[in-house]
């Protein structure tokens, strides 16, 4: 008999992959979305006849426990959050609301309707923040540096919080940055791909962008969804970091998108002030050792490669809507396709 999964947050980037992943491993799954009046199912578009959707909101107790008592999931999935740091600054209590109180109401679901069922909290390395060693492992004190930081720590901790007072599989995977082509358009990397791709097919001028010297461990989403999957097959539950053991620069970034389509980025990358955040997070750096060990995971793309797919992905994006100027026509050679990742 297959499991029975509900994930939430299952429209963004990590649930679309995190759903195609279990269902090849023969699960039935559920996916909660918020009730939208246009509905954003494009990244699970070629999935809909395939799992469940049910409807509910981190917000709303009663519909995470509806959602939880219909769905009877093997192992609940908490993917959902207000995940956009800088949204967080200008929406703290929203974020506070979501991202940290949802987590509890996703633990607290579980415990009332289904005890026995697994459940993973998507932790984030911007709980580490301000970093008081590196690289950062599962003992590094947490020192978060914005609203989504300190809400994803709350989460954290009620996680731990639940998994020690009713005995309940309670799992954090603190997951360093990790991208792919279905990241938000508001992120960086996917904020400087899609700038990169708009360039090169002659539809803009410039890249606008903050800190370049901003350190981040870069890894591919298909990679760490597995990860999230190994940590509810154990037998007893667990918190892991996530990540690849390397720091690459957003200037690092930049040059190897830029790169990919023949141009140098410093005819077109302009640092703006706007973009700086309230308070930086300079450095981060994740040790995945006892990932490595106890879970038998390792990720797979490099950080190269994951730039090159991601800066393909657009190009063809908008080579499909507008063509291929002349000057593009070899643009990015990878010899695949964008539709392979």
Not at 107 to 131: H, I, L, N, W
Not at 166 to 176: A, D, R, S, T, V
Not at 242 to 254: D, G, L
Request: glycine share 6%; net charge negative.
């Amino acid at each position: 008999m297959s499991k029975i999964a509900l994930i939430t947050g299952i429209t963004g980037q990590d649930g679309s992959y995190l759903a195609e992943w279990l269902l090849e491993n023969n699960y039935s799954v559920y996916g909660l979305v918020r009730r939208l009046s246009t509905p954003n199912y494009s990244r699970i578009e070629h999935l809909l006849d395939k799992v469940t959707l049910l409807e509910g909101d981190l917000t709303d107790q009663s519909s995470l426990d509806a959602a939880v008592t219909e769905a009877k999931p093997d192992e609940v999935y908490n993917l959902a959050a207000q995940s956009f740091v800088a949204t967080s600054w200008t929406q703290p209590v929203a974020t506070g609301e979501v991202t940290g109180l949802g987590a509890l109401r996703v633990m607290e679901a579980v415990r009332r309707c289904c005890p026995d069922a697994k459940v993973y909290q998507a932790s984030s390395s911007e709980m580490f923040g301000k970093v008081l060693e590196t690289p950062q492992r599962e003992t590094t004190p947490f020192y978060p540096r914005s609203p989504y930081g300190f809400a994803k720590v709350y989460a954290y901790w009620a996680t731990i919080n639940y998994r020690e007072s009713y005995e309940m599989f309670c799992c954090n995977g603190i997951l360093f940055n990790h991208e792919s082509p279905r990241r938000g358009i508001e992120f960086v990397t996917r904020k400087i791909t899609d700038a990169v791709a708009r360039i090169a097919c002659g539809l803009d001028k410039e890249l606008r962008l903050g800190n370049l010297d901003a350190y981040r461990d870069w890894g591919f989403a298909g990679d760490y969804v597995k990860a999230m999957w190994l940590m509810l097959q154990q037998e007893t539950p667990d918190d892991y970091v996530i990540a690849t053991n390397e720091a690459h620069s957003v200037r690092e970034f930049v040059d190897l998108a830029f790169s990919e389509v023949g141009l140098n980025y410093e005819d077109y990358v302009v640092v703006d002030p706007k973009y700086f955040r309230p308070a930086e997070v300079n450095y981060l750096l994740g040790d995945a050792t006892k990932a490595k060990e106890a879970l038998g995971w390792k990720p797979e793309v490099s950080f190269e490669k994951l730039v090159r797919m991601m800066t393909l992905a657009d190009v063809e994006r908008y080579e499909k809507i507008y063509g291929k100027p002349e000057e593009s026509a070899s643009i990015v050679n990878t010899g695949r396709s964008a539709q392979e990742y």
